[in-house]
C-alpha cells in the first residue's frame, strides 16, 4: 500500500512517523510505499490561533493533491495540531484519511481507561482532543501550567529537540495529572512530545498519540500487503 503523509509540522516528528512506518514495514509481504508533503508548521499554527479550519483544510487538500499524484491509497496528518481541521479535511479530502482522533479514541477503549490526562497544545487540551473524547472524563494542567505546557510544546517541536526544563515541566504536569487529579493515563496529544518521553521512565502511565497512529497505519498497510 502506497501511504501518503501530510508532515513539516513539526519536523521531528515526521521524522517519528517515518521510522515507525519504516520499521513495521519490514515484516510486511511486499514492499510499502511511502511519499511526505511537506506542509509549514507557522501556517498551521496561525490558523489554529484564529480557528481558521476551511482555510487550513484547504492548504492540507493541496498536499493531499500531491500526494494522490504521486500515487498514494490512503493518508494522514502527522500533526494532532493538524486534526483541529479533520473534519473539514474529509469532506474535500481527494484520498481516504487515517484519522489520528479516531485511532486514540479507540485505543483508549480497548485499554479499558475512563479518566485520562491530556498534554500538547492549549487547544488539543481545552477541546479534549476537538471533541473526540466526549466519552471519557478528561483532566488538564491546572492554573498557568497549561499555557505553559501548550507554549513549551510548541517551542520544542519547533526546535525539534526538548531541553531538560522542557522535559521536566511535561514530567511534573503528567504527574500532577495522574496523582492529584486522578488520571488513570497520559495521552501524549501531541505527536511531538515523544521528544521528550523516548527512553524515558516519567513514573506514570503514557500513550503516545504518534505511535497510536503509527501503528494504525502500519496495520493498513499490512492487511493490504497480505491481500495483494
Known sequence: MHIGLIGGIGPAATEFYYRGLISAGS??????????????MNTLRANLAVEEPVRQAQIFCRHLDQLAAAGAEIAAVTSIAGHFCIRELEVISPLPLVDALATISDELNRRGLRRIGLLGSVTAMESSLYGTLAEFDVVLPQGADLKRVGEEYFAMAAAQQCDQRQRELFFSAG?????EQGAEAVLLAGTDLFLAFSDATPGFEVIDSAEVHIQALALLAGEASLDG
Open 27 to 40: 515484516s510486511m509481504s511486499s514492499p510499502m510505499e511511502l511519499t511526505i508533503a511537506h506542509a509549514d
Open 175 to 179: 504527574a500532577e495529572l495522574c496523582s
